[in-house]
C-alpha cells in the first residue's frame, strides 16, 4: 500500500503559534486557563490539561494568573474585560484575525458601513464585527445575502479569514454596485483553500482518504466531505486507536490529510499505525 | 411617420454646464478665449465664436482676459501654468470629471498604486492620471490590459465618466487578485449608459433612428453605431440642412437622439424639417 500524506496537513501558522504560546505560558506561569478550549482538538485539550491549563468561559472570579486568549480571538468587550481583570493575558489571536479586527475598526472609525462576509455564528466573526460596533455593520454569507444590503456611500468589506476567494469575489461584484467607494480588504488566509485543493488532488490519486483531526473540527469535517465526494470509503478519525484494519482491504494507495488543529503527533501515530498493517 | 424622440437626447450634466458657463463669460468679460473647442459641435463652437470666443491651444503669449477650461478637464501642470498665467479662469470641467481627478490624487497621496479604466488618450483620462503622477498609475482600457498589472499591496481603481459599469467591474474581479488592499471609486456618470440604452429601445421601436451630433464627437459616433446594428437605415447628421427626404420613405416610426454635445436647438430645428416633411 502506498501512501500519500498532504504536505499541507496540520497545524496552520495561526493555531501552530497558539499551541507554541500555549505550552510556553504553561511551562512559565500557574495557573493558567483558556478562554473556550485552544483550538479543536480534544488531544491537545487534553494535554494542556495535563500541564495545568484549565478551560474557563469567563474570567469571572478568576484573581490571579494567566489567561489565554485562542486563535478565533474575543470581542472588543470581551477583550475589555479581561484587561480590566486582575488577570495576565496572552494573546494568542491568530495574527490574520487579528488584522481583520484591525481593519473592522478602522473602516467603522472612517465611517463606512461594513461588510463582513463569513458566518454569522462563528466566534471569529462575533469577534471581528465587535471591533465594528456603533457603526453599520453586516455579515453575508453570500451574493444572495449581499444583495439583500442597502445602498451606501462608503463600503468596506472584510472577510473571515477562512472564506473562499470566489465567495468574496461574488459579494465585491454585488457591493460594487450599491456603492460609490467601495473599500476591500482581503483577509482570507489561503491555507485553507490550499489544505482544501490538496485534499481533492489527493483524494483523485488515491483509493481512500484518512482525514485526520476533531469531530468538533470545522475544516477537518469539510475536508473529510470533499474527500468522501471523490471518494467515498474515506475515513475521518481523531486518534490512531479508531483505525479499523479492514478499511484497507484492495487499497492500494492510501491518502493523508488533516485539519488545522491536528497536531503533528497525531498525524504522526497514524502513520505508524498504517505503516504496521502494511507488514 | 410616427417620430419618437429620445428624452436622454442632448447635453448632459456637464456638457450644459460648461456651455452656460461659456455664454455667460462670453456676454460679461472680453477677450475670451476657450482652451481647446469647448465642446464637440461645430455648430456651439461657431456661436461661441460669434460672440467672441476664441478657441486657443494655449494660454502662452495671452495676456489678458479669459480663459474657459472645457468639460474633460486639464492636466494639473496645464491648470497650475493657467492659473500663474496672468488669465482670469473659468473652470469648466465636469464637477464629476473633477470628483475622479480628486480621487486619483488623494489615492496617490495615501500610497495606492492607481488604477484608471479609461482610454489612454483621451483627454479626460489624461486630466486624471496628471493627479496621480509620481506615484504608481496605470490606465487599462479592459480586463485584459488589467491582467497584466503587477501585484501591489495596495490599488486604487477610479474611472472615467464615460465607461461602462460591466467594465469596471471585470477590471474590479482582476485586481482584487493583485492586491491585498482595493479601493474602487466608482466615478462613471449613467448619463452615458442611460442614452445608449435609451437609444437601443428606440431604435427597436422604429424603422430608422436619425442621431444628432457633431461628426466629431465620440460619443454621438457610438449612438450612431449602437442604432445602426439594430436599424442599418439610421443616419448620423449634424444638422437639418443635412437631412434628405428620400430617407424616410416607407418609414412609419422614426427614432430621434442625440449626443451629449449636442445643443436642443439643433434638435428642435431637425425635428422641424422632419414635420414639415410629413406634409
Redesign the interface.
Known amino acids: 500500500m502506498k501512501i500519500i500524506r498532504a504536505s499541507s496537513a496540520g497545524f496552520c501558522f495561526g493555531v501552530r503559534r497558539a499551541f507554541s504560546l500555549a505550552f510556553e505560558a504553561a511551562d512559565r506561569y500557574s495557573p493558567v486557563y483558556s478562554l473556550g478550549p485552544l483550538i479543536h482538538s480534544p488531544q491537545v485539550v487534553k494535554r494542556l490539561q495535563e500541564r495545568g491549563v484549565e478551560v474557563v468561559e469567563d474570567v469571572d472570579g478568576l484573581s490571579e494568573g494567566v489567561v489565554i486568549v485562542r486563535s478565533h480571538g474575543v470581542t472588543a468587550e470581551k477583550m475589555e474585560e479581561i484587561l480590566a481583570s486582575a488577570m495576565d493575558v496572552v494573546d494568542a489571536t491568530c495574527p490574520f484575525v487579528k488584522k481583520a479586527q484591525e481593519y473592522a475598526a478602522m473602516l467603522r472609525n472612517e465611517g463606512y458601513s461594513v461588510v463582513l462576509v463569513g458566518e454569522k455564528d462563528h466566534p471569529e466573526v462575533q469577534g471581528i464585527i465587535s471591533y465594528a460596533e456603533n457603526g453599520n455593520v453586516y455579515v453575508v454569507a453570500d451574493f444572495k445575502e449581499a444583495s439583500s444590503l442597502p445602498r451606501k456611500r462608503k463600503m468596506g468589506i472584510v472577510a473571515q479569514t477562512t472564506q473562499s476567494?470566489e465567495n468574496?469575489?461574488q459579494i465585491?461584484?454585488v457591493c460594487?454596485?450599491k456603492?460609490?467607494?467601495?473599500?476591500?480588504?482581503?483577509t482570507i488566509c489561503d491555507a485553507t483553500s490550499i489544505r482544501q485543493e490538496e485534499a481533492r488532488s489527493i483524494a483523485r490519486r488515491s483509493d481512500m482518504v484518512l482525514i485526520v483531526g476533531g469531530f468538533n473540527s470545522a475544516n477537518t469535517t469539510r475536508l473529510a466531505q470533499i474527500c468522501r465526494e471523490i471518494q467515498p470509503h474515506s475515513q475521518h478519525v481523531e486518534t490512531a486507536d479508531q483505525i479499523d484494519p479492514e478499511w484497507f482491504e484492495g487499497v492500494e494507495v492510501l491518502g493523508i490529510t488533516a485539519g488545522a488543529s491536528t497536531p503533528a503527533w497525531i498525524i504522526d501515530e497514524i502513520l505508524e499505525k498504517v505503516e504496521k498493517l502494511k507488514k
Chains 1, 2 share one sequence.
Not at 456603492?179 to 482581503?186: G, I, K
Open positions: 476567494y468574496l469575489r465585491v461584484d460594487l454596485e456603492s460609490l467607494e467601495l473599500r476591500v480588504f482581503n
